[in-house]
């Protein structure tokens, strides 16, 4: 067992770099220093333009590189192999990966191949007396458990990158070894075949810099019509809490929460939103909060930065218009 904890990724993001990847590689490097283990990033596939910098910013010793015909579109069992390939040449001590959805079916799969303990939804990782803690979020975020990984020399780990921050550590960066790994794909055929990708055009609630989101507060379904004004005349996006959209008066793209979309705008407006963890698990990390409530002691007003108590449907118009008068 090498003394690595390896931060593995294999799909570019939207703006190149793999989603997550370096709020991953946040938390290894935390790790990594804590316990004296090397950082390494394995890229299996086609690497992002910016991945030496990136991995010379984090502090990563070696950039791995799997490439492969077969890896630059992604295929569950190809990937599986690759990396359970590169976990018998190297032996981390620890595999994390950003939770994405397609890091779901890889790593329990991976897992079992390598013989390896695996833990998803991890928030943090800590290493205490050579034993490796992993925090999650568990029964909708409400919970946090702490996992404590014995019984396998090497884990899994599916980090909740979502959640977290993407902090570079300070001083200069340095480096990285570039590190090809050789693998063998050619025997592995995929046994799953995508029959229909759904491709979404137009902006995403994830990457708005101003949301308002609408809550069951807003008592009926044609007063949404008040939130889109809002966010219409602050030229962003609107939103809303899960029951607007369990009730069918949004559609389900709109949803910010734990089963909805993780956002991170400099300002979010929530209206007629209790603050309920699953729901302030999509928007906690907004820059500003400013919640509109009648009630005063509301768990909403504990994330906000400034609080409206009142009726968010005699509120809502008076601030749009004061945006028109100010503009
Ligand atoms: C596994 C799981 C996953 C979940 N995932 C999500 C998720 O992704 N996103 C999500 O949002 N929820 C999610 N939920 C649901 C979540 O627990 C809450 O039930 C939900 O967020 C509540 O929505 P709400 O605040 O709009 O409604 P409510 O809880 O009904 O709160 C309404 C609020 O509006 C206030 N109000 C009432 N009238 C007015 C008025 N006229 N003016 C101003 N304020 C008023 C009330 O004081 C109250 O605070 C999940 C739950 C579970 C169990």
Redesign the pocket.
């Given at each position: 067992m090498s003394n690595s904890v390896v931060v593995c990724t294999w799909e570019p993001g939207r703006a190149g770099v793999p989603a997550g990847a370096e709020e991953t590689l946040t938390v290894a490097r935390k790790l990594a220093t804590a316990a004296g283990l090397e950082l390494n990033w394995l890229i299996a596939g086609p690497a992002p333009e910016r991945a030496l910098e990136i991995a010379g910013k984090y502090g990563v010793a070696h950039l791995d590189r799997i490439e492969d015909a077969k890896l630059s579109d992604f295929q569950a069992d190809v990937c599986v192999d690759a990396l359970a390939q590169y976990s018998t040449q190297h032996a981390p001590k620890l595999m994390l990966m950003p939770q994405t959805f397609n890091a779901r079916l890889v790593a329990p799969r991976l897992a079992a191949r390598a013989g390896a303990g695996v833990v998803m939804n991890a928030l943090k990782l800590d290493i205490e007396g050579g034993a490796v803690k992993v925090t999650t979020s568990a029964y909708?975020g409400d919970t946090r458990v702490v996992y404590e990984i014995t019984g396998a020399e090497s884990c899994v780990v599916g980090v909740l990158a979502d959640l977290l921050l993407a902090e570079a550590p300070e001083g200069g960066a340095s480096a990285p070894a570039v590190r090809p790994v050789p693998v063998d794909l050619s025997a592995i055929t995929e046994r799953v075949r995508v029959v229909k990708k759904a491709h979404f055009e137009g902006p995403r609630l994830e990457e708005a810099q101003v949301i308002v989101a609408g809550?069951?507060?807003l008592?009926q379904k044609d007063n949404y019509r008040l939130i889109e004004d809002l966010a219409q005349t602050l030229g962003g996006m609107a939103a809303a809490?899960?029951?607007l959209v369990d009730n069918g008066w949004v559609d389900s793209s709109r949803?910010?929460?734990?089963?909805?979309k993780i956002t991170r705008p400099t300002l979010y407006i929530a209206a007629?939103?209790?603050g309920?963890s699953?729901?302030m698990a999509?928007c906690a990390a907004a820059k500003t909060i400013v919640a509109?409530?009648?009630?005063p002691d509301?768990a909403i007003f504990r994330y906000a930065r400034y609080g409206i108590v009142g009726?968010?449907?005699v509120v809502l118009p008076e601030l749009t218009r004061a945006v028109k008068g100010a503009a």
């Open positions: 909708g809550g069951m507060g008592g809490s899960r029951p949803q910010v929460g734990l089963t909805g007629g939103i209790s309920a699953q729901h999509g509109i409530n009648k009630d509301a009726d968010c449907v």
